[in-house]
């Protein structure tokens, strides 16, 4: 009898976390896009906003950070840090986990890593230095790397490569990247909610300062980094579909 009645409580828990379940699911992916066009590493010449052209070769950066705006006004903060790397698929594909389930009207959230996490030195999971976006303890995380080959670069091999990180001021990289939602979004717990982004790698090159290959083909420390995060600031957009 003692069996029956744990077993009974047992399931009506079970059965009151599936009704009243308070986390949903929501996954986001990251089209990656040079201006309409898909991004195709390698292979594919492109051309910037001076018409001058140029081929990208690698593109990966760290999101984090995650502010989601209720319909009845509430902010949830989820505190993950994500790498999303062209080079990996799957990557571009993240799972939000711990958002209670509820209408959404927007969300927000810094391209970068945060201060505490660069004061923290090498970690694992995305913040792992295997990932090759770690300086040093003092200097902390790369949050944008963006490599290519561009025929105008000056640099040997006719390169280019932008190494964007630095959380200190007047060095500070971090953005925060603002996504209204066209429509309030619903999730649950029973289905997983997706969300499609575009991200637009022409918008790196330009808005508010149009970069020349030839005259900024490297930027690999804080020199001219701000100018950078200043025009990736933008580069998110919902797709059109989503609206």
Known sequence: MRSKIVISIILVTIL????????????????????????????????????????????????????????????????????????EEESKKIILNKLPAGNYTSFDFILGVDSLHNCSGAQSGALDPVNAMFWAWNTGYIFLKLEGFAPNSLSPGKFFEYHIGGYKQPSNCIRKISIALGKEVKTDAAITKEIKLKVNILEILKTPTTIDFSKLSSVTDHKNATLVADNYSDMFKLMPNEK
């Open 16 to 87: 009151s976390i599936k009704l009243f379940g308070q986390y949903s699911t929501l996954q986001l992916n990251f089209g990656h896009y040079i201006g309409d066009q898909k991004l195709v590493l390698d292979s594919v010449m492109f051309k910037n906003e001076l018409g001058q052209n140029f081929t990208v070769s690698k593109f990966k950066y760290y999101v984090s950070n995650f502010h989601f705006k209720s319909s009845s006004g509430k902010d949830i903060f989820i505190n993950e840090t994500f790498l999303i790397n062209e080079d």
